[in-house]
C-alpha cells in the first residue's frame, strides 16, 4: 500500500508542543494532571506531551495507561490504582476515527468524580459514530471511510502519520 504521508516528525513535534501549551493554559490553576493514554501509540503520545509541559509549565503530569482491546473495547484495564476524584484527567490518543475507543476508555473514570476529563489526540478524523469531541487536536482532516489514518512509531518516538 502507498503512504500518503500527512505528517512527518518534526511537524508531530510542533503539534505535540502546541497541544501541551493548549493543555497547560486550560488547567494553568491546577499542581498535577494525569495523562491516561490509551494503548500502545496514546501512551506514546501521552509520554511526549507530558515531556513538553515538564519544561513550559509547573504542572506535574502523571502518566498512566489504559489498555483495552480496539475491536472489541468492553474491557478497559489502568497500569495502576489512581483516585481520580478531584482530578485533571486527559485520556490521550494517536487517532480519533468513530470515537469509540475514546469513550470506551473512559469507563474506569465513571466511578470517580473527576474535576475535568478533557481529551487530546494527534489526528482527529472529521467521521464520529459516537457522541465525542476532542478537545486538544493536533492535526483535523476529512477522509473517505475507506482511508486509515496511521500513526508510525519506533520505540517511543512518533515517526510520521499517513493515509493509508
Do not use: C
Amino acid at each position: 500500500m502507498e503512504k500518503n504521508v500527512i505528517l512527518t516528525q518534526d511537524i508531530i513535534q510542533k503539534k505535540l508542543e502546541r497541544i501541551a501549551y493548549e493543555i497547560y493554559e486550560h488547567n494553568s490553576d491546577g499542581e498535577e494532571i494525569i495523562l491516561a493514554g490509551i494503548w500502545e501509540r496514546g501512551l506514546n503520545v501521552a509520554r511526549k506531551i507530558a515531556d513538553i509541559l515538564q519544561q513550559i509549565s509547573p504542572l506535574k503530569p502523571r502518566i498512566i495507561e489504559l489498555r483495552l482491546d480496539k475491536q472489541n473495547p468492553a474491557a478497559v484495564t489502568v497500569s495502576e490504582e489512581v483516585d481520580f476524584n478531584g482530578k485533571v484527567v486527559v485520556v490521550v490518543d494517536d487517532v480519533a476515527n468513530s470515537g469509540r475507543t475514546m469513550l470506551y476508555a473512559l469507563k474506569p473514570l465513571l466511578s470517580y468524580l473527576p474535576l475535568k476529563i478533557q481529551t487530546a489526540v494527534l489526528v482527529d478524523r472529521r467521521h464520529k459514530s459516537f457522541p465525542l469531541s476532542v478537545d486538544f487536536v493536533g492535526f483535523s482532516l476529512a477522509t473517505t471511510l475507506q482511508e486509515n489514518v496511521v500513526v508510525e512509531t519506533a520505540g517511543n518516538e512518533i515517526v510520521s502519520a499517513y493515509l493509508q
